[in-house]
Nanobody, 122 residues
Framework: QVQLVESGGGLVQAGASLRLSCAAS????????MGWFRQAPGKEREFVAA????????YYSDSVKGRFTISRSNAENMVYLQMNSLEPEDTAVYYC???????????????WGQGTQVTVSS
């Protein structure tokens, strides 16, 4: 397993951009698929984006496709989520996740970060 720490959340207005970062510890980072999930108040945690261990496969939920971009740096043990054109519906706690492909499925996650709050005002 790896330990994950997210950063970069905050309060922004609709239409703005944010970049979330996830720092991973451990020498085995490069073997894991990585991803982002989010959880809004009163809702289930849902898949947002995922990237394979070498970055060759990328997946997005339909709700963020075209607005969010996931990337990773295995040299730096980092995963990023660039979020553009943010909408109030994107308000949630965002969690970094590590696990096995396909990381679109929560059951394949074996490590979670503590989460970072993203709030988008209208």
């Amino acid at each position: 397993q790896v330990q994950l720490v997210e950063s970069g959340g905050g309060l922004v207005q609709a239409g703005a951009s944010l970049r979330l970062s996830c720092a991973a510890s451990g020498r085995t980072f490069s073997i894991y698929a990585m991803g982002w999930f989010r959880q809004a108040p009163g809702k289930e945690r849902e898949f947002v984006a995922a990237i394979s261990s070498r970055g060759s496969r990328i997946y997005y939920s339909d709700s963020v496709k075209g607005r969010f971009t996931i990337s990773r740096s295995n040299a730096e043990n980092m995963v990023y989520l660039q979020m553009n054109s943010l909408e109030p519906e994107d308000t949630a706690v965002y969690y970094c996740a590590a696990g096995w492909q396909p990381l679109t499925d929560r059951t394949n996650v074996n490590s979670w970060g503590q989460g970072t709050q993203v709030t988008v005002s209208s």
